[in-house]
């Protein structure tokens, strides 16, 4: 069982030849899993990278990893791959996105804040046009 912002074992089988292809040089990387897990964890709780949890491993290296990923078109191989229908088609319905769910201001609107003062540049003073 996996926990909270972490990918379960039969996900990670569907998306792991992409994510983590076998390297055959160099120094050992830092598990892709673990990695990818962090990635999440920083995107669902919209923390600082620097507030990484440690057993993701260090934050710059899952930084690091994210812009790799996400320079070299790893996330979109990953979604094409997870959305693609028999026919060859993307599923839309997977794609949607209900926006009666996300709430937003009043000055998503337009409107002000409530008990918000007037802007200064409003109120210009008849000796400021005159002067």
């Known amino acids: ?16 030849a ?5 390297q055959r040089l160099g120094r050992p990387r830092r598990d892709d899993r673990q990695m ?11 923390a600082k990278w620097r507030d990484l949890p440690e057993r ?5 290296t899952v930084y690091q990893r ?7 078109g790893t996330f ?12 060859g088609f993307i599923d839309l319905d997977t ?3 209900d926006s009666t769910s ?5 000055a998503a609107s337009g409107a002000r804040k409530k008990g918000a003062c007037k802007s200064r540049s409003t109120n210009v003073s008849a000796e400021a046009v005159v002067g």
Request: proline share 5%; glycine share 6%.
């Open 95 to 97: 794609w949607m996105v």
């Open 76 to 87: 979109e191989q990953v979604l094409r791959h997870l959305h693609l229908r028999e026919d």
């Open 66 to 72: 994210f812009r790799l990923w996400r320079d070299n």
């Open 36 to 46: 990818l897990n962090g990635i999440f964890w920083i995107l669902c709780s919209g």
């Open 102 to 106: 996300i709430r937003a201001t009043r």
């Open 1 to 16: 069982m996996s926990g909270r912002y972490e990918i379960s074992a039969q996900r990670w089988a569907m998306i792991e």
């Open 56 to 60: 993701y491993g260090p934050w710059k």
């Open 18 to 22: 992409i994510v983590s292809p076998p």
